[in-house]
């Protein structure tokens, strides 16, 4: 089995398994282990969903699946409900640490808006009252 992929073990999937919608309408779902187990790859690793491996199946897929249950609060039932199941809290919580932000989110200042130059600043008035 490769390294660089992740999958969710049957033990895994039989825990999620009974939080997953049935009531869908239209086309039935293509393999839900193998979708959830993309979703989790991307947010794990912090690609992009357009990067995902195609192991997993269509991009769009994951991506729309990804939102579609987001809107509709059934990744935070499936949160809950495992949170509620006990065990130990590093099974159970995320790292923030973990968490990847874009390279603009630095706190430099942004856009390209022309600056006052700091003679003329100077004898301008106030722009904020006290």
Sequence with gaps: MDTHVFWLTDEQFARLE??????????????????????????????????????YGPRKTL???????????????????????????????IDSSAV????CAAGGKGGNGRRRLVARGAVAPRRSTP
Excluded: E, M
């Design 100 to 103: 990847k932000a874009h390279r």
């Design 18 to 55: 009974p939080h997953l919608p049935t009531d869908t309408r239209g086309k039935a779902r293509v393999d839900d282990r193998r979708v959830i187990s993309g979703i989790v790859h991307v947010l794990k690793s912090g690609c992009r969903w357009v990067d995902a491996p195609p192991i």
């Design 63 to 93: 991506y729309n699946r990804f939102v579609r249950w987001a809107d509709k609060g059934i990744w935070q039932n499936i949160f809950h409900a495992l949170a509620a199941a006990g065990g130990p809290p590093a099974q159970v919580l």
